[in-house]
């Protein structure tokens, strides 16, 4: 049986992730405010407004930090020669093998949030889907994006 891949992405990603959980999160939390002073006004038993705020609380606390977490842990990649490795999931562990000679291109990109925490996404794509390696330190996320481009040329003489 293979081994799983090596590589780690950055442990920032765990604190980009919680941040990306918990911004609609919050926005739940001022509604749940809101209803709660309401409440009153419209008779809702307040058993109702304790379950509300039981399953926010719960909701957050596994959005924003569980998931993130264990994403972080299930995350991981390798390079080889002909093929690139790829691991993630939460429940599911999804395992993906990408050929070399099927990469087309590879990109690095990176949003507001990301460029924060000097991170970086790695695109891969192919002619069929497009994969990702997310948030890679910068520095990292270039080099592999180099290491994959010059991996994926293929001579006239290979084909």
Known sequence: MRQPPENYIAKEAVKVWRITALIPTVILWIVLIVLTFLAGKFSIPVWVVL???AVM???TYVTG???PAIKWRRWRYQVFEQEIDIQHGIL???RTLVPMIRVQHVDTK???L???FKLA???ISTAATTHEIPALLEEEASALRDK???LARVDEDDV
């Open 92 to 94: 599911i562990i999804k």
């Open 51 to 53: 379950v509300a705020w």
């Open 148 to 150: 994959i481009s010059q």
């Open 57 to 59: 609380a719960v909701d």
């Open 114 to 116: 990301l460029k924060r």
């Open 65 to 67: 930090f569980l998931i």
């Open 110 to 112: 990176q949003g507001p």
């Open 121 to 123: 996404t790695v695109t």
